[in-house]
């Protein structure tokens, strides 16, 4: 009753259309579920995260859950988790992928989740990192652990999502640094982020990680731009 009582007055709504949930949904209802478009990359190492960072970073495995495409229902969903506060999107996302990568064995040798960092003074005005919850959802689903402390961002620098590989490359050198690498020494780290587009970002973190001896590296996004 009290359940219902309050979907009376502060009703729950789908986060990628907008549309009320029933009582059976959580976060997406199930048309938009039904929508999602999934990548499937990690049945398939020759996909097009591993052809982004070809020859600039040596990857294990890459993969990202689903297709972004402008005004597409990725878009929705990754507007609301970055500057609505709709945190749960990650872990919505995050334990979806969670169990197509628990059942496969190559995964299961990942020690560390790390998220891909905020800058301090970004991260003190949104309130939260967006990636979070979706690294953390990893890490359960695959026994590891879940580490925010190894890998911070120096650089306070604006969003460049569609901003082409040069313009990236030029204004991202050295925007992140290690701290306390040893931690990560010889095992199997997973860097997450949300989006990955010309690769840049998650360049210039894997590059810093493997830097500690003995890494292996691994990359999952949410999400991948078409």
């Not at 049945?43 to 097009?48: H, K, M, S, Y």
């Not at 990725?74 to 628990?102: A, C, P, S, T």
């Not at 301090?120 to 990636?131: A, C, F, H, P």
Request: proline share 2%; hydrophobic share 40%; net charge positive.
């Amino acid at each position: 009753m009290i359940k219902n009582l309050l979907n009376l007055f502060f009703p729950q709504v789908c986060s990628a259309c907008s549309n009320h949930l029933s009582d059976n949904e959580l976060h997406i209802c199930t048309t938009c579920r039904h929508q999602l478009p999934l990548t499937n990359f990690h049945e398939d190492r020759d996909n097009a995260v591993h052809k982004i960072l070809y020859g600039r970073v040596k990857l294990e495995h890459a993969t990202a859950l689903v297709h972004f495409s402008k005004k597409g229902i990725v878009q929705q969903l990754m507007h609301n988790l970055k500057y609505r506060g709709q945190e749960d999107i990650g872990k919505f996302l995050g334990e979806w992928l969670g169990e197509e990568l628990k059942a496969i064995p190559s995964y299961h040798t990942i020690d560390v989740v790390v998220p891909v960092p905020l800058h301090k003074t970004k991260l003190k005005s949104r309130g939260y990192n967006q990636v979070d919850k979706f690294g953390m959802a990893l890490a359960l689903a695959l026994n590891a652990e879940f580490n925010t402390e190894v890998l911070i961002k120096t650089t306070n620098t604006k969003t460049q999502v569609f901003k082409d590989r040069l313009k990236r490359n030029a204004s991202e050198k050295s925007n992140f640094q290690i701290i306390n690498g040893a931690s990560l020494q010889h095992k199997h780290v997973l860097l997450v982020d949300d989006i990955i587009t010309t690769g840049a970002t998650v360049e210039d973190c894997a590059n810093r990680l493997l830097e500690v001896e003995g890494v292996k590296l691994s990359l999952a996004t949410m999400a991948i731009t078409d």
